[in-house]
C-alpha cells in the first residue's frame, strides 16, 4: 500500500470517527445540559442517538471499511486477517494509521460538539456536570466489575461485526447501528458503555483542554478503564472468530 493510500484511510478513519461523536457527544449533550430541546430525554433517546451515530460514521468513513473504532481495527487484527479492507494491507503501518485517525476523529468530532452547545456548556447550571456529555463514567465505581463490563460489551460488538460477513445479505451500517443501540440497552448501565478507545479517550482530552466554565476535572484517574477494557474485548473477540460453532 503506497503513501496515498495511507493517507487515504487515516482522512477516512477521521471523518468517520469524528462524525460518529460530534452526534454522539451531541445527543447526550442535548440531553444532559440544562435548557435545551433535549433536555431530560433520557437513556432511551442517548442510545438510539448513538446507534445512529455509528451509522452515520460507518458511511462517512467507507473509503477505509470504517472501523472507527481501535478496538475493531485490533480486533481484525486479531482475527488473523490480511486486509484491514480492500486493497489496505495489515502491517504496523496500517495499523497504526487507523488507531491516529480513529483519536484524531473522536477529538475533533468532540470539539465541533462542544461549539454547537458552547452556550449551554457555559451555562453556570452546567457547571460540573459537561464531562458527562464527553466520555463514560461508572454508575458505580469498582474498577474490576467496570473493566470486565467494558470487555464484555466490546467483545459481543466486535466479534458480532466479525460474524457479519458471514451472514449473507446482512444490512451493513444499519445493522451495527442496531447492534449499539442493542449492547447500550442491555449492557450501557454500569459504566455508560465506552465499547471504544477513541470514543473515550478524543473527547476526554477535549474536555481537559476546551474552554469550558466549570468543567471540573477530567476524571483521569478511570480514563484508563474505557480504553484498556475495550481493547481487550475486541482482542478476545477476534481470536474467538476462529472458533467454529
Do not use: C
Amino acid at each position: 500500500m503506497d503513501t496515498t493510500s495511507l493517507w487515504t484511510v487515516f482522512f477516512s478513519e477521521v471523518l468517520g470517527t469524528g462524525i460518529l461523536l460530534l452526534l454522539g457527544v451531541g445527543v447526550v449533550a442535548n440531553v444532559a445540559l440544562p435548557r435545551t430541546y433535549g433536555n431530560g430525554g433520557g437513556w432511551i433517546v442517548i442510545i438510539f442517538g448513538w446507534g445512529l451515530a455509528v451509522f452515520a460514521g460507518v458511511y462517512a468513513g467507507a473509503s477505509s471499511g470504517a472501523h472507527i473504532n481501535p478496538a475493531v481495527t485490533l480486533g481484525l487484527l486479531a482475527s488473523g486477517t490480511d486486509e484491514y479492507a480492500p486493497g489496505v494491507d495489515v502491517s504496523v503501518a496500517s495499523t497504526l494509521v487507523y488507531v491516529a485517525g480513529q483519536l484524531v476523529g473522536a477529538f475533533l468530532g468532540a470539539v465541533v460538539a462542544f461549539l454547537a452547545y458552547r452556550a449551554h456548556y457555559n451555562d453556570p447550571d452546567a457547571a460540573g456536570t459537561q464531562l458527562g456529555t464527553f466520555s463514560t463514567g461508572p454508575a458505580i465505581k469498582s474498577t474490576a466489575d467496570n473493566l470486565v463490563t467494558e470487555i464484555i460489551g466490546t467483545f459481543v460488538l466486535v466479534y458480532i461485526i466479525l460474524r457479519f460477513g458471514d451472514t449473507p445479505g446482512q444490512l451493513g451500517p444499519l445493522a451495527v447501528a442496531l447492534l449499539v443501540v442493542g449492547i447500550g440497552a442491555s449492557l450501557g448501565g454500569p459504566t455508560g458503555y465506552a465499547i471504544n478507545p477513541a470514543r473515550d479517550l478524543g473527547p476526554r482530552i477535549a474536555h481537559a483542554v476546551l474552554p469550558i466554565r466549570g468543567k471540573g476535572d477530567s476524571n483521569w484517574g478511570y480514563s484508563w478503564v474505557p480504553v484498556v477494557g475495550p481493547i481487550i474485548g475486541g482482542v478476545i473477540a477476534g481470536l474467538f472468530s476462529h472458533v467454529s460453532i
